[in-house]
Nanobody, 116 residues
Framework: QVQFVESGGGLVQPGGSLRLSCAASGIIFRFYAMGWYRQQAPGKQRELVATISIPDSTNYADSVKGRFTISRDNAKNTVYLQMNSLKPEDTAVYYC?????????WGKGTLVTVSS
């Protein structure tokens, strides 16, 4: 059974930092590129934030370049998203996904709220 469990979200002030984690199970984790996505409002399309492929080549949305860092630990079947210099517009539910896995599986996400 494929499962993704995101964690690490919370309330943070503008300029602050958070580290998100996504634990994967039911897949051979090291075989898949992994992506972080976010949904900023119900009904709004999820947008790609960052991806990390095999080997560890990374790609970022322009809106987060220089502030966010994606990484992975294949031994722990976990992908991370380090988020620095957070802005109110980063407020969203964040999800991870195994790129190319069909059908698609999504976790429940973790809520990040950036507000003073």
């Amino acid at each position: 059974q494929v499962q993704f469990v995101e964690s690490g979200g919370g309330l943070v002030q503008p300029g602050g930092s958070l580290r998100l984690s996504c634990a994967a199970s039911g897949i051979i984790f090291r075989f898949y590129a992994m992506g972080w996505y976010r949904q900023q409002a119900p009904g709004k399309q999820r947008e790609l934030v960052a991806t990390i492929s095999i080997p560890d080549s990374t790609n970022y949305a322009d809106s987060v370049k220089g502030r966010f860092t994606i990484s992975r630990d294949n031994a722990k079947n976990t992908v991370y998203l380090q988020m620095n210099s957070l802005k109110p517009e980063d407020t969203a539910v964040y999800y991870c996904k195994a790129e190319g896995l069909r059908p698609e599986y999504w976790g429940k996400g973790t809520l990040v709220t950036v507000s003073s």
